[in-house]
């Protein structure tokens, strides 16, 4: 007997067909909440390819609100799509448990140094509809964020950002102190990258200016990654897989330049052997030829902002082979890319600067944080934008006459030059009167004006120092 093909369309079929369309109801159901929640993940995934954080912030906000977790989030996203988990506040901070304890700390801090930025906006922005009802988990993230400056009191920013988030989760606090700090009286500035100088080849020749063709320019940018915290809440694991994955960006760096990379990770853990580990002695040599950066644990202001914790691992360097190109990793931003050579013309090493940035990022192995407003991002509020600090050991004998770098200081700061040591920040000037000099403009300003300030900048100088008697 033949069976028949459709059952439904039997005598019985009408006893069926409600079911059938349940079913179909049910199905159509599944299915569009699926593809909502497909969408859903696709706009998060896409805003993290492109840092676009106000996206990223609603997502684990509404994560959050809703399991009251996000460390679903974590682990479901991995590295690439982090966000950090508070930890308890050390130092002088462990007292501090709510708002209030910290705005009268930082009331105090304010009678002793009225231009800690940390702490007179803490106040504000705690105070403010914006602040005064951060609670849990976001209060101990603002806590870290202003933890430097609360247990430095000589701070002149006192806050590092945590995560590239950070900018815009606390942005009414954030936004207030970088405004300040770097000068926007209109309080709307966007920061635009622009490293076009022209054609003509001689145009920064510091010959021109009477430094001769051996002096010591130095041009270097901060650079932090998508996916990763900033140093500041890194936990060492984490600063491990960091230089784990750089592996892959300085082997191309091998191919196309040559040289090697300097680690000083004792060891890997259980992912293996630290091939690029260093003797000490080697690592103090290269401190002293300017390669690598210092020990940052003897930093307080760092120390307190975590940012040197787990020295050394995660710690390192990528040099060429010719030696003028550098790529410090695990310092006070993740990466730090340079280019410093002798010689006179600035275009060559700003030149060669930007073609490694290009060569990096078409790696592919690693995104560049960015903020819309605020351009590059890094720990530090002070070096956000270009996140640019070139510098010219500059000798002037005259003006550091005595040993002392308050007449060179005093004649840079109208010109919005910033002094160091020859060592770097916080160390003395040559015994022959050189300093390094630098713009001390990052962010509103784009790249290319940075050099054209440097370079006008040292010919006022020479111009001081040339018409001082001896
Ligand atoms: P940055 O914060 O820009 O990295 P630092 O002041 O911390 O600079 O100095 C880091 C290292 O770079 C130090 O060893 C310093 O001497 C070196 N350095 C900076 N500028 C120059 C330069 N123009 N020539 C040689 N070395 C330099
Ligand atoms: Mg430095």
């Not at 079913?23 to 159901?29: F, G, V, W």
């Not at 988990?137 to 430095?152: D, M, T, Y």
């Not at 009191?153 to 590239?164: E, F, L, V």
Request: charged share 30%; glycine share 8%; hydrophobic share 35%.
């Amino acid at each position: 007997m033949k069976r028949p093909i459709h059952r439904w369309k039997s005598n019985s079929s009408h006893e069926h067909r409600p079911i059938l369309r349940e079913r179909y109801i049910i199905a159509s159901c599944c299915l569009a909440t699926f593809l909502l929640l497909v969408s859903n993940y696709w706009t998060v995934f896409k805003s993290y390819e492109t840092n676009e954080q106000t996206t990223q912030q609603s997502f684990a906000s509404r994560f959050e609100r809703i399991f009251g977790t996000n460390v679903w989030c974590d682990n479901k996203f991995r590295r690439k799509y982090r966000l950090i988990e508070p930890e308890e506040g050390g130092g002088t901070c462990k007292e501090i448990r709510t708002i209030s304890d910290l705005v009268s700390r930082c009331r105090d801090i304010l009678k002793e140094n009225r231009n800690n930025r940390a702490c007179k906006y803490a106040v504000e922005y705690l105070q403010d509809e914006t602040g005064k009802y951060l609670k849990g988990k976001e209060f101990e993230i603002f806590l870290r964020i202003v933890k430097s400056g609360v247990e430095n009191p000589d701070s002149s920013i006192g806050c590092y950002a945590m995560t590239p988030n950070d900018y815009s989760t606390f942005q009414y606090f954030f936004d207030k102190v970088i405004r300040d700090y770097h000068g926007d009286l209109t309080g709307k500035k966007i920061h635009e990258t622009d490293w076009d100088v022209g054609s003509e080849k001689d145009r920064f020749d510091l010959q021109k200016l009477g430094l001769g063709n051996d002096t010591s320019m130095r041009v270097r940018v901060a650079r932090n990654l998508i996916g990763f915290n900033l140093p500041g809440a890194m936990e060492r694991e984490e600063r491990i897989v960091l230089e784990q994955t750089l592996l892959r960006v300085f082997d191309e760096l091998k191919t196309n330049y040559g040289g090697r990379v300097y680690s000083l990770t004792p060891k890997f853990g259980p992912s293996g052997k630290n091939d690029n580990l260093i003797s000490k002695d080697l690592y103090e040599e290269l401190v002293d030829g300017h390669v690598m950066f210092k020990d940052m644990s003897s930093d307080p202001y760092l120390n307190s902002a975590g940012i040197s914790n787990d020295w050394p691992y995660g710690r390192g360097c990528w040099q060429s082979e010719d030696k003028t190109r550098i790529v410090w990793f695990g310092e006070e931003d993740q990466l730090r890319i340079m280019t410093m050579q002798r010689g006179s013309n600035l275009i060559d090493v700003f030149s060669k600067l930007n073609e490694i940035l290009a060569t990096i990022e078409s790696i592919g192995a690693v995104t560049f944080a960015k903020h819309e407003k605020y351009g590059y991002i890094t720990s530090c509020p002070s070096n956000l934008g270009t996140a640019m600090r070139a510098s010219v050991h500059v000798k002037v004998p005259k003006l550091t006459a005595g040993g002392s770098d308050v007449k060179v200081k005093a004649i840079c700061k109208p010109l919005n030059l910033s002094v160091r040591g020859v060592g770097g920040e916080h160390t003395p000037i040559g015994v022959d009167g050189t300093v390094d000099i630098s713009p001390s403009s990052r962010l509103f300003v784009k790249e290319n004006q940075i050099i054209d300030m440097l370079y006008k900048g040292i010919e006022r100088l020479m111009d001081a120092e040339n018409n001082l008697k001896a």
